[in-house]
Every structure is written in structure tokens, then in C-alpha cells.
């Protein structure tokens, strides 16, 4: 069994940075894909970043903003978030696929609220 529990959201002034971190226990295997999502009120659950061995990946939202890494050792995938914009407020989640089964695990959220 896969949990993953993020940490680092918060009240942030616009401009502003956070990181995000989640940290996985369980059987992880660094050839799976782990990311993170975020959702607003009222709106469906998308695509922050992803990275793999293969690739890494950005919401055209974020790019040149964010930056997604991964410490393999640790288990742990982390959320650099700069030049935050109140359009980032939402909850964030922790993603982890299995590619061979297709099953996938998410975390609690993370709450990340950019304002004035």
C-alpha cells in the first residue's frame, strides 16, 4: 500500500513562493511518474506537473513559474512555486501512477491560498 502525505501550502502574498513537498511510503519505485494536480472551487481536478525517468512535464499555466524534482532516495517529490499569481489558489495534490497496473494513489491536499 502507497501513502503519500504532502506538506508546505499556505497563505501566500501574490509574487510570493512556497514549496510543496510529499513524501511517499509504501512500495515506491522511481520508474513511476509522480506529480502533483490542484483544484480550485467549482473546478475539476488538473495537471500541475509531472516527472518521471522519462520526462518531466508543465500545465502551460505554470511554466517558467514552477519547478517539480524528485529525491528518489527519499521517496519524496517536491513543488517549487514562484511568482504566484492569485489564480494558484487551490488545493494541491500529490499524485503517484503505476504504470504496469495503471492504479494510482493521491494525498490528502495541501492547501495553498494566494492573496492580498
Known amino acids: 500500500q502507497v501513502q503519500l502525505v504532502e506538506s508546505g501550502g499556505g497563505l501566500v502574498q501574490p509574487g510570493g513562493s512556497l514549496r510543496l513537498s510529499c513524501a511517499a511510503s509504501?512500495?515506491?519505485?522511481?520508474?513511476?511518474?509522480m506529480g502533483w494536480y490542484r483544484q480550485a472551487p467549482g473546478k475539476e481536478r488538473d495537471l500541475v506537473a509531472i516527472?518521471?525517468?522519462?520526462?518531466?512535464n508543465y500545465a502551460d499555466s505554470v511554466k517558467g513559474r514552477f519547478t517539480i524534482s524528485r529525491d528518489n532516495a527519499k521517496n519524496t517529490v517536491y513543488l517549487q512555486m514562484n511568482s504566484l499569481k492569485p489564480e494558484d489558489t487551490a488545493v494541491y495534490y500529490c499524485?503517484?501512477?503505476?504504470?504496469?497496473?495503471?492504479?494510482?494513489?493521491w494525498g490528502q491536499g495541501t492547501q495553498v491560498t494566494v492573496s492580498s
Open positions: 516527472t518521471s525517468i522519462y520526462s518531466t
Open positions: 509504501g512500495t515506491i519505485f522511481s520508474i513511476n511518474p
Open positions: 499524485n503517484y501512477y503505476v504504470t504496469s497496473s495503471r492504479r494510482q494513489y
